[in-house]
């Protein structure tokens, strides 16, 4: 069974277009995580939530909207793309009361804007 | 600002021979650092941890790493690389309370036969 699973793993749009990334994990974890990971592969936070509640944004423009129906799902929608939101999207997952850190990543999402 | 730095941007090592990524960290606080591995078209896969206690730890794969507070250093060895060990390296840090991982710009490992 996939801990962090993540859909689609592959997406090519045009610029201006809105898109939706998924993710759910079945670990029972409380926090999860959207990374952005550019072309140079440099990892960056973008958002956490814990227990449905936002707790991180690392400045990231206001097209980007996260949404945690549940704990178990962290899903990323992106309005009105651009060339340079081109990049991987990584979800990941932790349990906190361990020390923060040990995140289970899902395979990513490449997102192609064209 | 908290900063983890890989010096090193790509590593080339012949199979068998041994390996050291560097990693350096910023902020004064105890941290808590991490080694992660990522394969072409794969997510990240943790590698090994240092919470505290023993510096050197054990991962899987035949790698460890050492936490050196002095040089502010946390460097992943390998004595044997074998070609499934080409990979994109990660180490990232993060600290008690904060709620954050701050990764390294990664070093890519090549293996050449």
């Known amino acids: 069974d996939t801990a962090v699973s993540q859909t689609p793993k592959y997406l090519v749009t045009q610029m201006g277009n809105d898109k939706s990334i998924k993710c759910e994990q079945n670990l029972g974890h409380d926090t999860m995580y959207w990374y952005k990971q550019d072309s140079k592969k440099f990892l960056k936070i973008m958002f956490s939530?814990?227990?449905?509640?936002?707790?991180i944004n690392e400045t990231v423009p206001n097209r980007f909207s996260p949404k945690s129906p549940d704990k178990a799902h962290l899903n990323l929608h992106i309005n009105s793309l651009e060339l340079g939101d081109s990049a991987v999207y990584f979800c990941a997952s932790t349990q906190p009361g361990q020390p923060t850190g040990e995140l289970f990543f899902g395979e990513g999402s490449r997102l192609t804007v064209l | 600002a908290q900063s983890v730095t890989q010096p090193d941007i790509h590593i080339t090592v012949s199979e068998g021979a041994s390996l050291e990524l560097r990693c350096n960290y910023s902020y004064g606080a105890t941290p808590y650092l991490f080694w992660y591995v990522q394969s072409p078209g794969q997510g990240l896969q943790l590698l090994l941890k240092y919470f505290s206690g023993d510096t050197l730890v054990q991962g899987i794969k035949g790698f460890e790493a050492e936490f050196k507070r002095s040089q502010s250093s946390f460097n992943l060895r390998k004595p044997s690389v074998h070609w499934s060990d080409a990979a994109e390296y990660f180490c990232?840090?993060?600290?008690?309370?904060?709620?954050?991982?701050?990764f390294g710009t990664g070093t890519r490992l090549l293996v050449s036969p």
């Open positions: 990232a840090v993060t600290y008690s309370g904060f709620q954050k991982l701050v």
């Open positions: 939530y814990n227990n449905k509640e936002l707790i």
